[in-house]
């Protein structure tokens, strides 16, 4: 029997393989693939499927999986730790855009409720793009990164409040005060139920089912609550997307969310890979052809908006023109939620083909040129920043005070801390306790104010720039330490020193091993990966769990330190010369062993009687009775029933004893 669903599947999957083969061997998003191969296969390509209604509807099951871990991972605990930049920056950009695009389209004679819903589209950007590159770059903790996170975690966020007021903003209703009474309502009940689902119901189900220990009925469960509460916010006229959200805001609240996270995340890449699929197939290429200069205009058009917006939000949070400018350059595309979005205002009238076929170009467009936009996005942003704010950017936040001037003026062979995170803060109190001036430059213009109350010497400014640094008496520093998250500062503040001073000592943390080559030739004097630290902290426990003498691993680890930093800095790739340590670790076993026998050859009897050394060959090193610790053990000493004893042999030997004491 044929399956027309299965032929589909096959064909989509199997030239989805293809397409994001070469996308990837080009760098670009994989996402890109997937529009592309909805572009070959669908009406406007090939014609290579045969019942687009079918993807259709595995796009909707893709659409609530996403929403739903969305929601799963959406975490009010979080949230709260950055919530000034995600509430003030996220509701800026957003809400910037929507009333500037919606401006304009009025200008150019959409109604107003098609002009906002458009505003609505381009003011969301592309979460997966973006936090994909953001990662690869390894700059998702920088300043920029964290801004940007936080106005996509807005984004996501908004985007349901959006989807509740999209059929209003059709105008297919008369009254529209009613209308929006019994939208609040029925968004006032869903909530009611989310919270009591997720404080009384939710946790005692999954912690019966898991219980159970069974896999399978854990991912039927999960996957019920998911479809469940998406159906029920339907039948109240709400959004299917909506109610996959609330289902993953009910999990969310559980200890069973990443469990939950896990299973379902195959379902939803496989799912939301249609998703996109379907999207592309909307795309009919031959108009994007016909109206190329259009759709070129219009995509310059939104990467200008929504670069300036973005920027202009980062602006807000008080960070300097490069920071800022590197968020706009990071969130101009046009994103996925969109895409969700923009199906729905079709659905109502408020999109008409041939705007739609426009929306679908441009994003496409600003999708595609993400990836090498954000590549240079850091040489862009310095340029425009040295010529449009050359002062703005190394301006301290108390720089007007004339003791502040003094208190630099005379500042002499001390250390410049560039970036006051945690490696800052260790670096400050070390100097701080022996007494070694130090100074710190921060361009979190709110870290500068509460370590400034404190008392720390703190200075706000972007190290970038050669005034900052000279502001600070770079030229007379004895050490600089460079401890900031951000790769390609990090490499344009090392320059920058080298251009002001040759004699001062640069120290450099970085993240990753691969990141140590290009500093060095930059003139770092050391690097620090982090990736390599840790690599000699975990073998370290390691050695001492196997009662490696100390000493010898402090010679050992400080060996690897001395010969793998060798070798990094002069990257000639010889073999490292670490002598061979021949690490003989001790055949013998530390174990703490509870005494259940009553044998009176080894309780109520002194040690000498009992001659536990010899007939087992360990040797009792402690005891633990009841609340006391008996550490002075002598051939007087008698082992009581109940007793934990602290034992030390060959694994054999502490075994035999083992079974000697167990219960008769």
């Known amino acids: 029997m044929e399956i027309p669903l299965l032929y589909d599947v096959v064909i989509i999957l199997g030239l989805a393989v293809i397409v994001i083969l070469l996308f990837l061997r080009f760098r670009l998003p994989t996402i890109l693939g997937f529009l592309a191969t909805g572009v070959i296969a669908g009406p406007h390509g090939f014609s290579l499927v045969t019942d687009v209604h079918n993807i259709e509807i595995l796009a909707e099951i893709g659409v609530i999986l996403l929403l739903f871990i969305i929601g799963m991972e959406f975490s009010l605990r979080s949230l709260s730790m950055i919530k000034n930049t995600v509430l003030v920056g996220g509701a800026t950009q957003v809400a910037a855009t929507i009333l500037f695009v919606g401006a304009i389209l009025m200008l150019f004679g959409f109604r107003a409720g098609d002009a906002f819903f458009m505003g609505f589209l381009f003011s969301l950007s592309s979460t997966a793009i973006v936090l994909k590159l953001l990662q690869d770059k390894g700059e998702i903790n920088s300043p920029h990164g964290r801004i940007v996170l936080a106005i996509l975690i807005f984004q996501d966020i908004i985007v349901v409040p959006m989807m509740l007021v999209t059929p209003l903003m059709a105008g297919g209703t008369e009254n529209l005060f009613t209308s929006l009474l019994m939208m609040v309502l029925k968004g006032a009940f869903v909530i009611v139920f989310v919270l009591i689902s997720a404080r009384y119901l939710v946790p005692r189900l999954l912690y019966a089912v898991a219980r159970t220990k069974s896999k399978e009925l854990f991912i039927l469960c999960i996957v019920v609550i998911c479809f469940a509460v998406a159906w029920l916010t339907s039948s109240l006229g709400l959004s299917l997307a909506l109610g996959a959200f609330m289902a993953g805001l009910i999990i969310s609240e559980s200890e069973y969310s990443h469990q939950a996270t896990s299973n379902i995340l195959p379902f939803r890449e496989i799912f939301t890979s249609f998703f996109f699929v379907s999207i592309g197939m909307l795309l009919d290429f031959s108009f994007m052809v016909q109206h190329l200069p259009i759709v070129l205009l219009l995509t310059a058009a939104t990467f200008l908006l929504k670069g300036i917006v973005a920027t202009t939000a980062a602006k807000v949070l008080q960070y300097p023109l490069r920071t800022s400018l590197l968020v706009g350059f990071s969130i101009f595309q046009v994103g996925e939620f969109a895409f969700i979005l923009s199906k729905s205002g079709l659905s109502h009238g408020l999109l008409t083909n041939e705007v739609y076929q426009y929306f679908l170009s441009v994003s496409l467009l600003t999708m595609a040129i993400t990836p090498f936009i954000i590549d240079n996005a850091h040489k862009i942003a310095s340029s425009i920043s040295l010529r449009l704010a050359p002062d703005q ?23 410049v801390i560039i970036g006051f995170g945690i490696n800052g803060h260790n670096v400050a109190k070390a100097a701080r306790h022996a007494n070694i001036p130090y100074v710190i430059v921060e361009l979190n213009a709110v870290t500068v104010k509460t370590e ?127 002598r061979n340590f021949g690490l003989e670790l001790p055949d013998i076993e530390i174990a703490s062993l509870r005494i259940y026998t009553s044998d009176d050859s080894i309780t109520d009897i002194s040690l000498l009687k009992s001659d536990i050394r010899n007939r087992f060959n360990i040797t009792i090193v402690a005891i633990k009775r009841e609340d006391q610790t008996i550490l002075d053990i002598n051939a007087r000493t008698e082992l009581k029933q109940g007793d934990i004893v602290y034992v030390v042999g060959k694994p054999h030997d502490v075994m035999r004893f083992n079974n000697f004491i167990r219960p008769d």
């Open 452 to 578: 400034r109350q404190k008392g720390e010497p703190i200075y706000y400014g972007d190290a970038v720039h050669g005034t900052i640094l000279s502001h600070v008496n770079i030229h007379k520093a004895r050490v600089v330490v460079i401890a900031i998250s951000d790769p390609e500062a990090t490499k344009i503040i090392i320059s920058t020193i080298r251009q002001i001073s040759d004699k001062v000592h640069i120290i450099v943390r970085t993240r990753f091993l691969q990141e140590m080559e290009e500093n060095y030739k930059l003139g770092a004097d050391e690097v620090i990966p982090e990736e390599f630290e840790t690599s000699i902290e975990i073998f370290t426990r390691v050695l001492s769990r196997y009662l490696m003498p100390r000493d010898e691993i402090e010679e050992f680890t400080n060996s690897i330190r001395a010969d793998n930093y060798d070798m990094l800095r002069s990257m000639d790739g010889r073999k490292g010369a670490l």
């Open 393 to 415: 950017n190394q301006r301290p936040v108390a720089e007007e005070k004339q003791t502040q001037h003094e208190e630099l003026h005379d500042l002499s062979d001390h250390i």
